[in-house]
């Protein structure tokens, strides 16, 4: 008989719980708020039958649209032939986690805020912008050994010593 | 046959997943804890609060809680062993103490939030079944009653607790099938039975019973009534004085504790390295020194 296509087909390890982290989850899955806006990672609990999402979902990341009773719905880019879509999916809670791709950003735009407002203060203008990594400065070698090396001139006998 | 096969290889510790900690204490009901702590999503940061009765062997905790991620949060907290101050000051875990405590935590929790002027409750108790009318500003005080691993069976003293927070005037959702005094038969709640219960005449007929039947098992049973002049038909008249005395002042007394000079401490110290490697070194030197005795010993014996 063939494998089958079903809805959880090929879901055996990726919905199966970690080890030793099987049974009832932790209240903190329940206590956590989403806003519409934020980034949540979809990761499924295997445990927990309802509002489950689909399996292409499972691992991506996306923006919480929508806040309801117990889901949250989750905006995530699906690729489907040449185009990628914007797939709105409700997914229950217990399968979705506070996403951590956004958080170097919030900071920096926190930081940027309060360095912009001091400049303002003092009246100057100042740039946040991120500069990439430039070269290296230059710099002396220190300890350094020299050894002068010199080519031996060319010596027919004994290089022809192996035979010829 | 002594040798017997270990049963609990260390594969099977390396397997083995442990239950929550307060599963492993047999405290706390899980899965009825998610579904009484699960907010709606869509309410954000709105707290959910949960009238959380407890009985140990004698008294009793009644609690208004929210739950969080760092651990819940106690808003307003009321025990039996506060009624001595109410005038309250023997049977500190039946039913009628129970409704003193519920009672006492309700007023507190309105005193706190300034409720208690809008929402009186249920002045007189009247066993009948009692909820709370939203008045016209704000609405009432919503908590949901938390048994914990308690049975809720029909007139268990938990439900005297939830009577009392419900006459205080807390909006609690409820149905009278569990009250004392409600019939099977009848699927009615008869309020006399219930009002009896609340003002301790089950406790009362009991000492009216063993007064005519068994006077000295009333002596032993009943000292503490007896000690302090407390009769089968004076014990109404006490638990109306005790719920006036309540409702005239429900605020907890604040007991000022003075820091301790030392601090506790529970659990061992870390050693730094430098005390780990001490402690090694020391622990060899024992080793050698007594391998060294041992060593002496065999000598002697060979030389004999």
Not at chain 2, 17 to 22: A, G, I, L, N, W
Not at chain 2, 51 to 58: A, E, I, L, Q, S
Request: aromatic share 8%; charged share 30%.
């Amino acid at each position: 008989m063939p494998a089958g296509h079903g809805l959880r087909s090929r879901t055996r390890d990726s919905f199966s719980r970690a080890f030793r982290k099987k049974g009832p989850t932790h209240l903190s899955t329940y206590l956590r708020i989403f806003k519409i806006g934020d980034y949540v990672d979809v990761k499924v609990n295997g445990s927990i039958h309802k509002g489950m999402p689909h399996k292409f979902y499972h691992g991506r990341t996306g923006r919480v649209w929508n806040v309801t009773k117990r889901a949250v719905g989750v905006e995530v880019n699906k690729q489907v032939g040449n185009r990628i879509i914007r797939k709105r999916i409700h997914v229950r809670v217990e399968h979705v986690q506070a996403s951590r791709c956004h958080e170097e950003i919030k900071e920096r735009i926190k930081r940027n805020d309060k360095l912009k407002a001091e400049a303002k203060a003092q009246g100057k203008i100042i740039s946040t912008k991120r500069q990439p990594a430039g070269p290296k400065p230059g710099f002396m070698v220190e300890g350094a050994l020299l050894e002068t090396v010199t080519p031996i001139p060319y010596d027919v006998v004994n290089d022809l010593k192996g035979g010829y | 046959m002594v040798f017997v096969k270990a049963q609990k290889s260390k594969a099977y510790f390396k397997r083995y997943q442990v239950k929550f900690k307060r599963r492993r204490q047999g405290k706390t009901d899980y899965r009825a804890r998610i579904r009484m702590i699960n907010q709606d999503k869509n309410k954000y940061n709105t707290p959910k609060f949960r009238f959380v009765v407890r009985f140990t062997n004698k008294d009793i905790i009644a609690q208004i809680c929210s739950a969080s991620i760092a651990g819940d949060h106690v808003l307003a907290s009321a025990y039996a062993h506060e009624l001595p101050g109410y005038g309250l000051e023997v049977g500190l875990t039946n039913y009628a103490a129970a409704y003193c405590t519920g009672l006492l935590l309700g007023r507190r929790v309105l005193k706190k939030l300034e409720l208690d002027e809008e929402y009186e409750g249920n002045v007189e108790a009247t066993g009948e079944d009692y909820s709370v009318e939203p008045a016209d500003s704000r609405r009432p005080f919503r908590a949901l009653l938390d048994v914990g691993l308690l049975k809720t069976t029909t007139g268990n003293r938990v439900f005297g607790a939830l009577k009392g927070a419900l006459d205080a005037g807390v909006d609690i959702p409820h149905s009278e099938k569990r009250f004392a005094g409600f019939s099977k038969d009848n699927k009615q709640l008869d309020a006399e039975v219930h009002r009896k219960y609340i003002y301790g005449g089950h406790v009362a007929a009991y000492m009216n019973s063993l007064l005519e039947d068994e006077p000295e098992k009333y002596q032993t049973h009943f000292s503490e009534y007896i000690k302090r002049g407390i009769e089968a038909d004076n014990i109404e008249e006490m638990y109306k004085k005790v719920h006036a005395a309540i409702r005239a002042n429900p605020v907890q007394k604040k007991v000022e504790k003075p820091a301790p000079k030392e601090h506790k401490r529970f659990n061992l110290k870390k050693l730094t390295y430098e005390e780990r490697k001490a402690k090694l070194i020391e622990r060899l030197n024992a080793l050698n020194a007594a391998a060294g005795n041992d060593d002496d010993v065999e000598d002697e014996e060979d030389d004999e």
